[in-house]
């Protein structure tokens, strides 16, 4: 099984947003999604994010934020002390809101380790990444009235407005070595994603081949990804894109800490 750090054991009285990040949980597991499905990785989870989807697997960190402020050097050794991965993803929330993220970033690269960051694509920063994996929002994660998971769509124009920003992403796809991993709830997903992945390709300068172009089912259960998964591997056949499972969810039922 995955294990995970207790982070309120962890958090000083001293670390204040100057200094540290807010940790909502920190733990080893096997990553789940991506070209990299499949690694043995320690996970970050910041709390705080700048968007608000309905369908977010990460609800205390977005809608509800929660978390303890840990120093970068105290995240550095609870990573090290997992001493069987080479791997970090550092991911949120939306990892890329916090400056001092590029500061955790450039001190695990100075100890080797290999980093993925798993953001929404809407904020670029300088730091050492080693894959950026950029999961743009769709039309289909707005929190509109019939679907605001805690209110009643106070969030929707603020979501619709900041959820694309194609300088950050094609600032991203230029810097890094990156994926583009679209969450599908459905065919309907697969004519906006070819259009957004369009306007990136024109506006970076980097070739995005369709191999990096992912399709992921949207879904937090077993029997959600049940319903959908099928549907969305015949999706990424039939327009050449790759697909990617939720391995964390078919492994651990998207249990905490895994
Ligand atoms: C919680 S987000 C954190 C990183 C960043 N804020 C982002 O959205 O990319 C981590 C990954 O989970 C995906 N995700 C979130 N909720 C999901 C759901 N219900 N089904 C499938 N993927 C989901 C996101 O698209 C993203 O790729
Ligand atoms: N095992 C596992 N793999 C993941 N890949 C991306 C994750 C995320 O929440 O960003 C995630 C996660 O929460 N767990
Ligand atoms: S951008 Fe990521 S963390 Fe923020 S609400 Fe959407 S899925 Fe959750
Ligand atoms: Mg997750």
Not at 104 to 113: I, K, S
Not at 141 to 169: C, F, M, N, V, Y
Not at 177 to 206: C, H, M, P, W, Y
Request: charge should be negative; glycine fraction near 6%.
């Amino acid at each position: 099984m995955p294990v995970a750090t207790n982070v309120e054991r962890l958090a000083s009285e001293d670390v204040t947003e100057g200094d540290g990040l807010p940790i909502n949980e920190l733990f080893c597991s096997l990553q789940g999604e991506g070209k990299l499905a499949g690694t043995p990785s320690v996970f970050v989870r910041t709390s705080g994010c700048n968007l608000r989807c309905w369908f977010c697997d990460s609800y205390h960190t977005s809608w509800e934020p929660t978390g303890a402020w840990l120093s970068v050097d105290d995240i550095v050794e609870e990573v090290v002390s997992y001493e069987k991965a080479d791997h970090v993803v550092l991911t949120g929330g939306e990892p890329m809101i916090h400056e001092n993220s590029a500061q955790l970033l450039d001190e695990l690269a100075d100890r080797g380790y290999h980093t993925t960051v798993e953001t929404n694509g809407t904020i670029y920063r300088d730091a050492a990444i080693d894959l950026a994996s950029i999961s743009p929002k769709l039309t289909n994660s707005t929190p509109t009235q019939e679907r605001d998971p805690k209110g009643d769509g106070e969030w929707a124009t603020r979501h619709e407005e900041q959820r694309i920003d194609i300088d950050a992403l094609s600032e991203l796809v230029d810097s890094y070595e990156s994926q583009l991993k679209f969450v599908v709830t459905g065919a309907e997903d697969l004519s906006e994603i070819n259009q957004l992945v369009q306007q990136i390709r024109k506006a970076a300068a980097t070739t995005i081949s369709d191999d990096d172009v992912l399709l992921m089912p949207e879904g937090v259960t077993r029997a959600e990804l049940d319903t959908k998964r099928n549907d969305v591997a015949e999706l990424a056949m039939e327009y050449g894109y790759r697909y990617t499972p939720r391995l964390h969810v078919d492994l651990w039922n998207d249990a905490p800490g895994t």
